[in-house]
């Protein structure tokens, strides 16, 4: 059962944006090979987030029609083991964003593809966010700008392939008979509402040991190598 907070994605404003943002995951999930996705966070009690995947399999991890439920910053997920990490609007309603960013960058393998999706602060849908004592949509808890989310995956040691801004409709007013847009008319003024950031993991390297030295004689107390000790006796 949805949460009172949730309602709003069942409603006409947020079907709306699940129907724009569908569209948008399934382009971005087109070169997002593999074996496995998973989706971290639900907002709407639906998989159609899950849908373009293009894995064999697809998992669900907390929601209404989740596969598991359990905590984003402790996921029964083996580390490495996935290909692709679905984040979509998870991190502005956690209280530890970066705890739940953290787990997604541990079970995601190398070269594996993150794509996290939030509303943007520098707009409409960010200022009445702001203003609303609940948030805007109700629950959110805080907002991140695309730098923020650009110096996350730097320190993280991701590579951004992709920042798509969309959602270019008031958030005063039902959306209209087409639904929201994904890219900004002729007549547009608005900025952005949201954006969509798809970065890879890179493959790190692994630093080969430190070779050791042979025949290096062994020190005994006193700083005297061992063969040194050996000849000093015999000559004694």
Known sequence: MLDADSHWFSGPQGRALLDLECALV???LEDCFGWQSVQIGDRWGSRELLAGARTPAQVLLSGESADARCRLTQLPIQGDSVDCVLLPHTLEFESDPYGVLREADRILAGEGKLIILCFAPWSLWGLRALAGRRGFPPGLRRLFSERRLRDWMRLLGYDVLDCRRYLFESPFSLPEAGGYRARRGFAGVLPAGAL???????MHALIPP??????????????????????????S
Do not use: F, H
């Open 196 to 202: 969509l950031l798809k970065a890879r993991k890179r």
């Open 26 to 28: 399934r382009e971005a």
């Open 210 to 235: 430190r070779p050791v030295l042979r025949g290096r004689p062994r020190t005994v107390l006193g700083g005297l190598s061992e063969s040194a000790s050996a000849n000093r006796a015999q000559r």
